[in-house]
């Protein structure tokens, strides 16, 4: 299953559905190729259990992805990402300008009207 990550809450949730349903299914994550957080392996450092990072994600740059990949991992995608593992996740850098292309693509050519996440 392909997804991409806001606060993870739907890659947490259906990556254990898929544990438990379906162990040897992968799950793909999407992220910009140019801030590659979850792909980098380094995790976002929390105060206790404050929802808020402590600083800004060491590779994350702005990117053109609108409403996901911001500068910090949430918790919920890090727990993904241990609960998961590295056998059964394979996290997929993707290109803003090659999606804004797909997108426009989309809509030209098949009528479907989305965005670029």
């Known amino acids: 299953v392909s997804l991409v990550y806001g606060t993870g809450g739907t890659l947490l ?30 995790g976002t450092e929390y105060e206790g259990d404050s929802p808020i990072p402590k600083e ?9 992805f609108q409403g996901w990949a911001t500068d910090f991992l ?8 241990d ?3 590295s056998e059964n996740l394979n996290v997929h850098p993707t290109n803003g300008f090659k999606a804004i292309e797909t997108s426009q693509a989309l809509a030209r050519n098949e009528g479907i009207f989305c965005g670029t996440s």
């Open 13 to 42: 949730g259906v990556s254990r559905y898929l544990r438990d349903h379906s162990p040897s299914t992968r799950i793909h994550a999407c992220e910009p190729s140019n801030a590659p957080m979850l792909y980098s392996g380094i």
């Open 74 to 81: 949430p918790k919920l995608v890090q727990i993904m990402r």
């Open 56 to 64: 800004a994600h060491p590779v994350w740059r702005p990117h053109l």
């Open 83 to 85: 609960e998961v593992g």
